[in-house]
């Protein structure tokens, strides 16, 4: 549809310089407007004329009962999930090809999402694997350099479900007061919120293995470094080379191009990767990468981290930090909202030095859980959580967040050279 519109320019116009003349200019315009596929589907039903706006056509659903009308954008049909805030200002990208979040539905609490598109160097991982996208403004329009398409075609490409002009601030709170919220998005006029209610306090995301469906399938090798134009902490790397063996947990690529850069030879394997196998590698070093859902769900996880404790010296992110606190023999425990963002301040307990950290997880080690010898290195100045972890007599360490944080804060990459110096320590020995 088109609209014609007349623009009128005044040259001044405040108070009694005000001048009703010649001087005034008028431009006369139009504008061109288009409207989606289902508000037109809509109005037509209802015999009315084309709308220019799309109108909502999608629901999310919490166990709570409540439910949030919504527009939707990417992928339609119905979809359940746990529902989680992140509260990261940039990296939307990131974030929706981070394997960590399988099974979760992700709302931006940043409001305006979508406004540099998407690219395809900043992947994270070869697939989307969240549940869907919550979030408050999709932008109309893309200004970045490196876009290569919309956030809208991106999503509907891979399947993957959006919705927006929903109270993300409302939802927000209610998840913080009540704590992660399993909820069920749905396109599908046919169904009724009470059929959705049913689906969302049926499906639990707890006990569930999420990590055997985001691990690779067979080994491969990696070589990748961090480009040179991005790479922020070039100087003062160690030259020496380091055989790294990292089990894919749901693995993030920039954990492994910061590796590669800081000179390791890495070989990924998959998350059922037999410790037998790994030792007859004979690394210099293993990294348990971040990954999905509930540690406790994936004994064969722990029960392969305790085989390979003290035999080389190991680093564990995320998910790999929690399968190190149970393989030690503390427990883990489910959060009530989870820590996911790109600005959570740490404290390095051995040096005083705050981070800020980029985070991404639903459990935390219960540090009165741990065995003496097991050193608390850092913790969440936000609630006091364990952050991070040592065992000096096994040659371990480990970060509750991600260091590598791509993009966000780089305080925390200096964790990839005490990896290094680890390695070079028990390498010197031998």
Do not use: H
């Given at each position: 549809m088109a609209i014609k519109c007349a623009d009128f320019g005044v040259k001044s116009w405040f108070g009694s310089n005000f001048r009703n003349d010649a001087s005034m200019k008028v431009r006369i315009f139009t504008i061109r407007?288009?409207?989606?596929?289902?508000?037109?589907?809509?109005?037509?039903?209802?015999?009315?004329?084309e709308r220019p706006w799309k109108v909502s056509?999608?629901?999310?659903?919490?166990?709570?009962?409540?439910?949030?009308?919504a527009k939707s954008f990417g992928a339609s049909g119905t979809q359940v999930g746990e529902v989680v805030f992140n509260t990261s200002l940039t990296g939307y990208q990131e974030i929706l090809t981070d394997p960590s979040y399988a099974g979760q539905f992700v709302l931006m609490t940043n409001p305006h999402i979508g406004n540099t598109g998407v690219n395809?160097?900043?992947?994270?991982?070869?697939?989307?694997?969240?549940?869907?996208?919550?979030?408050?403004?999709?932008?109309?329009?893309?200004?970045?350099?490196?876009?290569?398409?919309?956030?809208?075609?991106?999503?509907?490409?891979?399947?993957?479900?959006?919705?927006?002009?929903?109270?993300?601030?409302?939802?927000?709170?209610?998840?913080?007061q009540d704590g992660s919220l399993i909820g069920v998005l749905s396109t599908e006029d046919s169904k009724t919120d009470e059929e959705l209610l049913e689906i969302s306090r049926s499906w639990d995301i707890v006990g569930v293995d999420l990590?055997?469906?985001?691990?690779?399938?067979?080994?491969?090798?990696?070589?990748?470094?961090?480009?040179?134009?991005?790479?922020?902490?070039?100087?003062?790397?160690?030259?020496?080379?380091?055989?790294?063996?990292?089990?894919?947990?749901?693995?993030?690529?920039?954990?492994?191009?910061?590796?590669?850069?800081?000179?390791?030879?890495?070989?990924?394997?998959?998350?059922?990767?037999?410790?037998?196998?790994?030792?007859?590698m004979k690394p210099d070093g293993v990294l348990f990468s971040n990954g999905p859902g509930d540690p406790s769900a994936v004994p064969y996880a722990v029960e392969t981290v305790k085989q390979i404790l003290g035999k080389v010296p190991v680093f564990g992110i995320c998910m790999g930090h929690q399968l190190l606190g149970q393989a030690l023999g503390g427990k883990t425990f489910k959060m009530k909202f989870g820590h996911h963002g790109g600005n959570h301040p740490v404290r390095n307990l051995r040096n005083g030095r705050v981070e800020i950290s980029s985070q991404n997880h639903n459990y935390a080690v219960d540090p009165a859980s741990l065995p003496e010898g097991v050193e608390v290195t850092h913790v969440n100045l936000n609630d006091g959580s364990c952050a991070g972890l040592a065992y000096p007599a096994l040659n371990i360490m480990s970060l509750q967040y991600h260091p590598e944080a791509s993009p966000g804060p780089h305080d925390s990459d200096p964790a990839f050279r005490e990896f290094i110096q680890l390695m070079k320590r028990v390498k010197q020995k031998d």
């Open positions: 407007c288009s409207s989606g596929a289902a508000a037109t589907a809509t109005t037509t039903a209802l015999g009315l004329g056509d999608a629901r999310l659903v919490l166990e709570d009962g409540s439910v949030w009308k395809f160097d900043d992947e994270e991982s070869r697939q989307c694997f969240l549940a869907g996208l919550v979030i408050r403004s999709l932008s109309i329009s893309t200004s970045n350099w490196r876009c290569a398409e919309t956030l809208c075609d991106y999503l509907a490409e891979r399947n993957i479900m959006g919705i927006y002009d929903v109270d993300t601030r409302a939802i927000t709170r209610r998840l913080r990590i055997s469906g985001v691990s690779c399938d067979s080994p491969y090798e990696w070589v990748d470094k961090t480009s040179l134009e991005w790479d922020f902490n070039y100087n003062g790397k160690d030259k020496e080379t380091f055989r790294v063996i990292a089990y894919d947990f749901g693995i993030k690529q920039n954990i492994l191009r910061r590796l590669a850069s800081y000179g390791c030879e890495i070989t990924v394997v998959p998350s059922t990767w037999p410790a037998s196998e790994t030792v007859k």
